[in-house]
């Protein structure tokens, strides 16, 4: 197929999507109320742009940009800050916060995400929470649900300190979770242990529907900055929210015990977080957007692909089964090619931080790394998986997916 072949395959694929695409915008519409009542509520002000320096005291911009958020996200409170480096260093300071040793810590999704491998203790760490004496149990999905009976037993066996779901799949195959089913097992939980901390991991989820998980009773919620919510405009930075108690405890490990979340100098980063969450709706509709189509052009060129273009959606991630490394790759160069900044570069698998297989990247975005904006990567083990997600607009996605269907189906 020849690059024209494809634009007609892709503008013929989007008429049968019609109504899944208005769906999206409709989630935009609802979100994007949200967010802007939020702005109202706390009377952002101009004056709120300004930053501090230093310990960064009275950082008025500071405090609002967290009411927003506590708003938005319908959490007691928040901290949501540029010193966390990442996602994975806020899931970090979350569960180093909450668990003592002795505790146990439960997934009851499988392993969590590839980079929490070291944190854990998974694999070794001399810095890990297990060297610290925290024990660490899963229980894996079964169907792509939670194992509710298996679940229940457990916590009448002995006490378990925190519980951790982790909605959106990473690098597993498996569908990501749906917040019914986050309530569903919150409920099954609560039938056996009024205090267990439950924590979501809560990366790439956030605006694809109406609700948050701790509209469900979830106690505690994380993600990072540079997907979601920080709406391709955050340089970085990640956000932890939920309950008053637990951000304080999260806040004091960030920072110092007895100063917590008064201190953190934004260096002139207020306006970025404040723009970034304002069109965080918008950017997670075209990420969504752009995924629904992905699914189906690839599906009619005979891919697997996870989710359907008719399913509902619980993140902004797109898989695709490419069955061959050569495949993979060459969407993956497709996509890099597509892109706005470092377009003339070839990504190529190779060993990451964190990650036990060779990785390839395709992210040609302003912010490195990051995965709000139209970006591939899988690891470089079978079935090939690609993990698309992203798209600061609608337009720019469907663009990027006609490069990279055009790579893929160059001889
Ligand atoms: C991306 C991601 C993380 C980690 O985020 P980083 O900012 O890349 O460290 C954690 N969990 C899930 C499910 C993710 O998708």
Redesign the pocket.
Known sequence: MNKWDVEELVKNTEKEVQEQLNLADEICDFNSNKVLEAFQRNGVKESDFGSTTGYGYDDIGREKIERVFSDVLHAEDCIVRSQFI????A?TVALFAFLRPGDTMLSINGK??D??DEVIGIAENKSSLKSFGVKYEQIELINNDFDYDKIQERLKESKVKLIEI?????YALRKSISLEKVEKVIKKIREIDKDVIIMI?N??CEFVGKKEPLEVGADVIVG?L??NLGGGIAPNG?YIAGRKDLVELAAERLTVPGEGKGVGPTLGINKLFLQGIFLAPSVVASSVKTAILTSKVLEKLGYKVEPRFDEERVDI?QTIEFGEAEKLIKYCQGVQKGSPVDSDSLPEPCETPGYQDPIIMASGSFTQ?S?IEFSCDGPLRPPFVGFQQGALTYSYGKLGLIKAVSELLKE
């Open positions: 990442s996602g994975t260093h899931l969590p995400y980079t929490l982790q909605r959106s799949k990473g991991d990366c790439y990072s540079i997907k990640a991630v790394g995965s």
